[in-house]
């Protein structure tokens, strides 16, 4: 042995000098040596454990008071009853950690694992599946690349991945249980997202998912929160076959502490990811091989045959969309943030119309990009990230998201050079629908945690690809509620292959997709919170200005931003408006930092003919779209009822 306890070799071999020591700086390892005899040691001092977290006061959570090995057992029980099949009766066996990493035989003496009865013998009960539960980034980027096919890190750090054929969500392939509660409860048929399933096609599809996770050797298991309200925290767990869900739902939900993890216990909401694995077309209610379903009854959901994450981030948004408004808190598609002096902003709109750019604003806290609720208590972001498009993303336009692509960041779908990893956002290879999938923080002003007072300003967002609507317009209460319904935009489906006609697109409260109640109940609280609070509604148009899609171009987004910066300051309250024909909003003849030319939009048209004419057109469909809501009324009153059926277009 040596002096410094490294063992010496029998015959030493002479170390090799490189260079002559100047002036007493040593440039070789000055002799030091690891404490490790062999290559195993040495990377066993490379892991440390995670740092034990603090003891808790008593009966504070379900797992309170327990050794650490009790409670490690608890969570694999828990999660074994989650993974339970329900014709067999039993629960899997499972063990935690990478099977890997598991020494050969030392499965059954692993420490942690739980043992499910055998009740029915099959091969599935005599194996292992190991849970790899709520890993980290670094341990999920690990994974990725080491199984998943198309995992890649970029220059910048994030982790590119693929989500396989489906590029974005399937509407048409969601169903929801219909049983003797939510019969009555849901809304149903024409316009509604509900398509209904019975339960017992709920269990055959739930089955098929289970068994397909319990076949793996491993599975992801995130156990996470919905909702910054601490009174009204959902806990959600979900159940996946890949570490890019995993992560994408690391980043999306909200983080549990380790304290918090500790006691999380059951959770109130389950999703079974089971999306590499098809449904089966012979069951009742499939119509195509993907189905996305959901029970309310047992707090579940089941994907089967699409890997795109956000099916996940929007199934649970449905949820709280049923959930929320039990408990008098309206649940809203729409971005949300804050100034200076507390100002709270929303911004709803449907997809692409910018609600994650224009809620992301460097002289604003970010509350969030795309899900609230609005209680007594003010406002609260359902997640814990953001999920923003990327195509054409510039550092220029939009540089906080721009630098929010790193280290911890999803991207989905991008395409990038082979050996620098450069992204091309301009390429639309895989997707148009290319995007990032980030924690809140990443946003460098993101208000944490994510709540805030009471909304000054309800900005609806359509991108009218028509360009008729004006840049910006203030609404009436009465309008407010009519464009909130009516929930409009009109993008441009296939944007190369020469110019196509607009199709506009109705989707009732800004999100008919993922809403579970029918729209009047949602628009009926929107009223009334806002009445209650004194906001403003305002309705500013994304889109296109100067001619329709085709002919003129979409409004700059720089101007766009100081329309916005007016709302938010109150400046534009206090503007001399003028009344527009057909629609009847009232726009501002000036806005700071905006030409004025383009506030009223047939100034910018050069056809004023066809000006007239396609500002009919779109009000005739907004006509036609409203006619399946003049038979109901909002909340209990009747007055603005009828105001709301007056406030839209008149021709
Ligand atoms: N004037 C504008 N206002 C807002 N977004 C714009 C504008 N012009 C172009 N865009 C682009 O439109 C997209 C809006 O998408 P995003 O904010 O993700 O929508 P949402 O969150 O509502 O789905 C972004 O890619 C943004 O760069
Ligand atoms: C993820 C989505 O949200 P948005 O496009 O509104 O950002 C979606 O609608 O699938
Ligand atoms: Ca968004
Ligand atoms: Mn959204």
Redesign the pocket.
Known sequence: MAANGVPTPKSPLARIVTQKQQNGISHGDGGKTVKAQTIDELHSLQKKKSAPTTPLDGAQGAFAALSDDERQKQQLKSISASLASLTRETGPKLVKGDPAKAQPGARVAHHHHVEAPTISVSDSSLKFTHVLYNLSPGELYEQAIKYEKGSFITSTGALATLSGAKTGRSPRDKRVVCDDTTKDELWWGKGSPNIEMDEQTFLVNRERAVDYLNSLDKVFVNDQFLNWDPKNRIKVRIVSARAYHSLFMHNMCIRPTPEELENFGTPDFTIYNAGQFPCNRFTHYMTSSTSIDLNLARREMVILGTQYAGEMKKGLFSVMHYLMPKRQILSLHS?CNMGKDGDVALFF?L????????STDNNRYLIG??EHCWSDAGVSNIEGGCY??C??LSKE??PEIWNAIKFGTVLENVVFDEHDREVDYADKSVTENTRAAYPIEFIPNAKIPCVGPHPKNVIL?ACDAFGVLPPVSKLTMAQTMYHFISGYTALVAGTEDGIKEPTATFSACFGAAFIMLHPTKYAAMLAEKMQKHGATGWLVN?GWSGGSYGYGS????PY?RKIIDAIHSGSLLNATFEKTEVFGLEIPTEVEGVPSEILRPENTWSDKKAYKDTLLKLGGLFKNNFETFTNYKIGTDNKLTEEILAAGPQF
């Open positions: 971005g709109g997809s692409g119309t910018g609600k994650t750019t224009l990009d795309d923003a498009k195509i054409d336009k939009e967002l994304t979409r409004i700059k987004l766009t």
